[in-house]
């Protein structure tokens, strides 16, 4: 008897092991980066828009980059700042020095291969390869300044940029500039843009329904430890759904279909922080709101008149109205978190009396009537209406103009508004703030701004060597462009995500184009 | 017959030339530049007018028709401005899983919405009529995003039963197609029980009854075949609007289905996936309405002999 049932209890144990390797998509991660972490095999992130074109060079949309970061990689990383101070660092390329003002030498890491199959390494011929094609793509635009590229030897190259600029080596971490294989293309490879050196590859993607990478078994940088920008990957699968309502994507992640949900409702915030399976989180944002003026029509040519209505905007109402207080308000015109970020200057803080002390300054004498121009859906139509009853208060009638957002750009472009909402995300570029936003003539300047004195800070700040000198110029230039008042900073909204509360390694950026490399579900 | 159908298919030629002129210009006149949205924030006026040519953009608008046509001659209808897919490709991708749902949507409310308007028709001015008819109300009032919504929270959320979204299996069909053919079996309803109500007046119907027929017999052989006719034609036509109008219940369940797709070509003023969906949508309705007149003669060998003659 007694035999008999160590017999049974040696048979039960030796079960029990074997059921515990089959479990369900258990997975003991492989390689250095997971440590050896028990996970989950398959990563489901539910986007807020859809994947509509994976080919690099010829988009630009934030929901399509987020996927390209995991299977390519760039000459120059860009972190979240979280690592430390630096935030640009070397990515496929290694180093990099300007031998005079318009050359850069860069040196390529020699370890790096393509995942097509082949272990096509990455040479100095690739990387030609992409920057000449990108010249010829609606991507031109990240590489303002760009001349050419000259392969010195295999892992060396020369860029040739029309002028000295700080930020021409920031523009080489854009994912649209991502490495691609030469080989590939001149291979006749079906769809060679969807080969890059990262630690995903591409297994499927089915428009309107999802997008599926598998990790790459071989990736060259299989050995790099977890701590390196390149560490490989930790989920055998990451998929993304493009889930656009969102209140199913929030239920979609308390049903367990979902891992992530990417920009929950303010209003559904509540039903997910009850949830102990879900964890949300909320960090400062980057994505700057803000209430500008054509300042081409009268009567908002008139500067003080504007820092009039400026005074008049609750901005704390706003940023209530709109997202339930869940933003930070700002008084200048760059987006937090930029360098050379500025925020300390007086601005204009809500009071009625100094409003209507700045209008009889105006000398803009009688009612005013005008029209504020804004993207159909929230939060424009919340802002919209708080400043409508804004402005009412010191006798400007306002008639609200919403629009589908093709219509607004087009409408802003020509001139055609009066007062406009808009936003701007931007967290890496403080040129593609100033230029596109401020610059004169430019295609962003929705404003219709025109002004020497901020063109020449503007080029100033691109080109000053003397980072000191720089820094004071960018927040001379912040201080005068607030003075000015073509637009009247509103806040920078908060990015809250909701995700599986065993997410582990994931790396948010503020302005939405997370890192889901090393993400994985702890089990 | 044959010569019948040929000629309804001939008919499609001018449905083409109308619909695809239609939407060229409605979408030249409408704001937006599809040059700037492809070179999206930041772009240099250059590079804008650079995409602007590369499209031909920048040609009139009756010259951008007459290349599109000549296109559509030899089949091609352009690539995307936003994915840079081919139209056709792209719509025939989409096009089964909207089948599937109107397809599946319409099974739904026929097989809810026919043996209930005739039960409401036996049962005028009972109770069961009224039920009935709340029902119908209750249908045709209710917006289907929010019943998708609730389905998705009780069903999906709390029983399980069936998942929030997406198109994995035919699990993921049952709720949007309830979604969708919840509306449609409230209106199909009223109008077998209107149908129902008029045949069931008919002499012939008395007449029946006196030769001695089961009431059951005398209701589904003599009383609805002969009221099918006002039902098929509210399917079809419903069966067309479904086909193209289910965006806001495939936003809902995350369902690649048309609507969704030409919306959203729409916001992006995707000007040849907008025009060539419309009309790949216009040749579907046609041949929809052709298959519910093949489908009356069928039922009707008065209409059949309509067409032979026709023909």
């Not at chain 1, 001349?147 to 971490?173: A, G, P, R």
């Not at chain 1, 957002?405 to 020509?414: E, F, R, T």
């Not at chain 2, 048309?258 to 995707?270: H, P």
Request: a positive charge; one cysteine or more.
């Amino acid at each position: 008897m007694k035999k008999l049932l160590v017999f049974l209890m040696a048979a039960l144990m030796i079960a029990a092991m074997a059921v515990a390797g089959c479990g369900g998509g258990e997975k003991k991660a492989d390689n250095a980066a997971g440590g050896g972490v028990a996970h989950k095999e398959k990563l489901v992130i539910g986007t807020d828009a859809d994947i509509n074109n994976l080919n690099l060079q010829k988009q630009q949309d934030a929901a399509n980059n987020v996927i390209l970061k995991n299977t390519h990689q760039t000459l120059v990383f860009f972190n979240n700042g979280s690592q430390g101070k630096e935030r640009f660092v070397p990515g496929l390329a290694t180093d990099w020095k300007f031998v005079d003002d318009t050359h850069i030498i860069m040196n390529l890491r020699k370890d790096v291969y393509f995942n097509d199959g082949k272990k096509t390494p990455m040479t100095a011929d690739d990387v030609k390869f992409t920057l000449d094609m990108a010249m010829k793509n609606v991507i031109k635009s990240a590489l303002a300044g760009f001349v050419k590229c000259t392969v010195k030897d295999k892992h060396q190259i020369e860029i040739e940029i029309s002028s000295y600029n700080n930020e021409f080596i920031q523009s080489l971490s854009s994912v649209p500039l991502s490495i691609q294989s030469k080989k590939a293309y001149d291979d006749g490879v079906k769809e060679p843009w969807l080969i890059g050196t990262g630690p995903y590859k591409f297994d499927k993607w089915v428009q309107g329904e999802y997008c599926r990478l598998n990790k790459v078994k071989d990736y060259w940088g299989n050995s790099l430890p977890a701590t390196e920008n390149f560490a490989p990957g930790v989920s055998d699968v990451i998929e993304f759904r493009p889930m656009i309502e969102a209140s199913a994507r929030v239920m979609a992640l308390q049903a367990g279909e979902i891992d992530v949900c990417v920009n929950p409702p303010i209003s559904d915030l509540k039903f997910l922080q009850d949830d102990k399976k879900v964890t949300v989180y909320e960090q400062p944002g980057t994505r700057l709101f803000y209430f500008a003026f054509n300042v081409e029509k009268k009567p908002w040519d008139n500067q003080k008149l504007r820092q009039a209505v400026a005074c008049a905007i609750d901005k704390k109402s706003v940023l209530d109205a709109a997202l339930n207080g869940k933003g930070t308000l700002q008084k200048t015109i760059l987006n937090r978190g930029l360098w050379g970020f500025y925020d300390e200057m007086p601005g204009y803080d809500f009071n009625l009396e100094r409003a209507k002390q700045l209008m009889k300054e105006s000398g803009v004498t009688g009612p005013i009537k005008t029209t504020l121009t804004y993207a159909t859906g929230a939060p424009y139509e919340q802002i919209a209406t708080v400043i409508q009853a804004n402005l009412a208060k010191i006798g400007i009638t306002v008639d609200l103009v919403p629009m589908e957002q093709a219509a607004l750009k087009a409408a802003c472009k020509d001139g055609k508004q009066n007062l406009f909402l808009w936003r701007w995300n931007e967290d890496s570029k403080v040129d593609f703030v100033y230029r596109d936003l401020f610059y004169t003539g430019s295609g962003s300047n929705y404003h219709h701004f025109a002004d020497a004195k901020a063109d020449k800070m503007i080029d100033d700040v691109a080109t000053l060597k003397d980072q000191k000198q720089r820094m004071e110029t960018g927040i001379e230039l912040q201080k005068y462009l607030v003075d000015q008042c073509p637009q009247v900073p509103l806040y920078i909204a908060n990015l809250v995500i909701a995700y599986n509360k065993d997410l582990k390694g994931e790396y948010f950026y503020g302005g939405g184009n997370h890192d889901w490399r090393h993400a994985y579900i702890a089990k | 017959m044959l010569k019948y159908v040929v000629n309804r298919l001939l008919s499609l030629i001018p449905v083409i030339l109308v619909t695809s002129f239609m939407i060229y210009w409605a979408m030249s006149l409408t704001e937006g530049d599809p040059a700037m949205m492809i070179a999206g924030d930041g772009a240099s006026q250059e590079m804008i007018e650079q995409i602007r040519h590369d499209l031909g953009l920048d040609q009139p608008f009756l010259l951008q028709y007459f290349n599109y046509m000549k296109g559509m001659l030899v089949g091609d209808m352009g690539k995307s401005y936003v994915t840079n897919k081919d139209v056709f490709a792209t719509f025939f991708q989409y096009l089964p899983n909207t089948l599937y749902l109107g397809g599946s949507a319409v099974i739904i409310a026929t097989i809810v919405s026919i043996p209930l308007g005739i039960y409401t028709a036996i049962h005028q001015n009972t109770w069961k009529d009224t039920a009935g008819m709340v029902f119908a109300l209750f249908g045709t009032s209710m917006p289907n995003f929010w019943l998708g919504l609730m389905l998705i929270i009780i069903f999906a959320l709390h029983l399980r039963l069936f998942p929030t979204g997406g198109n994995f299996g035919w699990k993921s069909l049952v709720l949007p197609a309830v979604t969708v053919g919840f509306g449609l079996a409230a209106l199909i309803t009223r109008i077998t029980r209107s149908s129902m109500l008029d045949v069931m007046r008919q002499d012939y119907m008395t007449t029946a009854r006196a030769k001695g027929c089961s009431e059951k017999r005398v209701i589904y052989k003599h009383g609805l075949k002969n009221a099918l006719i006002p039902i098929i034609t509210a399917i079809g036509l419903q069966m067309s609007l479904v086909i193209t109008g289910s965006v806001l219940a495939e936003t809902v369940f995350s369902w690649p289905g048309i609507g969704r797709l030409v919306y959203e070509s729409i916001t992006r003023r995707d000007i040849p996936m907008v025009t060539g969906s419309i009309i790949l949508c216009s040749i579907l309705m046609c041949i929809i309405n052709l298959i519910v007149d093949l489908v009356y003669a069928f039922f009707d060998p008065r209409i059949k002999a309509q067409y032979s003659k026709k023909g």
